[in-house]
């Protein structure tokens, strides 16, 4: 079983910047892709972005192009979301899970990202 664990989330200010982090557990992180979700209040959840196993290739929602960069470290198994140019609409608690796609099957517990003035 892989346990996954975000970290990184906050309050923060319109403009403002944060970074996710999220660790897994075993020895197979690396074989895996994986992706960010997000949920806000009373919306579904959505896909942020998704990173390939081995970090050469990634997908971004056209919500967060030019302003999330999603990275991994395979060492540490952690993977990463740089949040920067934060916006209200961004306010939501944010999940990693893997394999990246929509059809994922581990999950984190969450963290919540507020962003306001």
């Known amino acids: 079983q892989v346990q996954l664990v975000e970290s990184g989330g906050g309050l923060v200010q319109p403009g403002g910047s944060l970074r996710l982090s999220c660790v897994a557990s075993g020895s197979t992180f690396s074989s895996y892709s994986m992706s960010w979700y997000r949920q806000a209040l009373g919306k579904e959840r959505e896909l942020v972005a998704v990173?390939?196993?081995?970090?050469?290739?990634?997908h971004y929602a056209d919500s967060v192009k030019g302003r999330f960069t999603i990275s991994r470290d395979n060492v540490k198994n952690t993977v990463y979301l740089q949040m920067n140019s934060l916006k209200p609409e961004d306010t939501a608690v944010y999940y990693c899970?893997?394999?990246?796609?929509?059809?994922?099957?581990?999950w984190g517990q969450g963290t919540q990202v507020t962003v306001s003035s």
């Open positions: 899970a893997g394999p990246g796609g929509p059809r994922a099957v581990y």
């Open positions: 990173i390939t196993s081995d970090g050469t290739g990634t």
